[in-house]
């Protein structure tokens, strides 16, 4: 199989491949005069000239699968996701996802679809993407707008953890030098990681911190209002954590990491500040704080460490003024 951009002369064989897989669904939601089931020829070759549409090819030269994009005021859209129903569950969906947004520079991602297909709906949750918008066809049918926000630089990019995220997380979190000076226990298998990607890391405020040059994830970086803790927090007061594999440290990762964060809980939230803490021994992260504007606010507050003794944490606060 092999992902390749989709030329004019492709969109007759794309509209099959399209009619085929979504009659389906059509047929699921009782709703067989969709659009993308009756597009006609004439409209399809129209339409075709304003996305960039990518075909998913076999080695005897059939497309298998499809996908098209357009961006507008850095918003990515993504439409007609489809696979041929003799090739689905093989993950060439997911591939053709990864791929339009990788060739499409964008800071935020949409789609359209219906919440009343759960396989498709958890597809597109579990690739990070969140409902905004939900309305409700006189058909019975209930549509949804999902968006998924990207936060980069040129060297990193934030992005929702993915579950096969899962080989990367535990590299990095297995070493014992990272969760120890974080307050959690390095991983000690494929499945520690599998459980904290599943119950930690895959939610709304946290995100993968990957670098763009290998599209590898190298570290985490997220905030938190829920949390019991002996942290002298303000009522609702978000508390912000990171970490970035070792042989990353040092480079300014983590500081243009939590800079792209603050800049998007200003952007969608109203919170008045941020906390944050760090192990006294463990000065980098202090330092990154700083970096990003954080302030010591001269309190410390005593944490058990893995070994069950107790360490002090120095206390640093953001306020957004
Ligand atoms: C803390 C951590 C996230 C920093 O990531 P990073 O990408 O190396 O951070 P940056 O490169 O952006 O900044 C690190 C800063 O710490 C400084 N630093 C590094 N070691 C230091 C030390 N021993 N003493 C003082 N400062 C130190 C660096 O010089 C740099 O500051 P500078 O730019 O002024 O020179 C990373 O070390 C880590 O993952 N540690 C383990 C997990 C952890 O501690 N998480 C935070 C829990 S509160």
């Avoid at 297909?117 to 939900?134: A, L, N, V």
């Avoid at 603050?262 to 939230?269: D, E, G, L, M, Y």
Wanted: with cysteine.
């Amino acid at each position: 199989m092999q992902i390749q951009t989709a030329t004019i002369n492709d969109v007759p064989e794309i509209l099959e491949l399209q009619h085929k897989a979504f009659l389906p669904v059509g047929e699921v939601l009782n709703w067989l005069d969709a659009p993308n089931i009756t597009e006609t020829i004439e409209t399809a070759l129209e339409e075709f000239p304003k996305y960039t549409v990518l075909k998913m090819v076999a080695d005897n030269g059939k497309i298998v699968g499809s996908v098209r994009g357009k961006v507008e005021d850095g918003s990515l859209f993504i439409g007609r996701l489809m696979v041929l129903p003799e090739y689905q569950r093989n993950g060439y969906a997911k591939e053709l996802l990864h791929k339009i947004q990788e060739v499409l520079p964008h800071n935020r991602v949409w789609l359209e679809t219906t919440s009343d297909i759960t396989s498709t709906y958890t597809f597109y949750e579990r690739e990070g993407f969140r409902t905004f918008k939900t309305e409700h066809f006189d058909n019975g049918v209930s549509w949804v707008s999902m968006a998924k926000w990207e936060l980069h630089t040129n060297r990193i990019l934030l992005r929702p953890w993915r579950e096969d995220d899962v080989e990367a997380l535990y590299k990095y979190a297995s070493d014992p030098d990272i969760g120890t000076r974080a307050g959690w226990p390095p991983h000690k298998s494929i499945e520690d990681s599998t459980e904290v990607l599943r119950n930690i890391l895959m939610n709304d405020t946290t995100w993968a911190i990957i670098l763009r040059e290998t599209g590898e994830p190298i570290g985490s970086i997220g905030y938190m209002t829920n949390y019991t803790s002996t942290l002298p927090s303000r009522p609702n007061e978000p508390l912000v954590g990171y970490w970035v594999g070792k042989p990353y440290w040092n480079k300014g990762i983590c500081t243009e990491a939590l800079n792209l964060m603050i800049k998007h809980i200003r952007a969608v939230s109203d919170y008045k500040s941020l906390v944050s803490s760090h192990f006294v021994d463990n000065p980098a992260s202090g330092r990154v704080m700083q970096k990003c504007g954080f302030v010591a606010t001269g309190e410390t507050c005593v944490d058990s460490d893995l070994s069950g003794m107790e360490k002090p944490m120095a206390v640093l606060r953001l306020e957004f003024s």
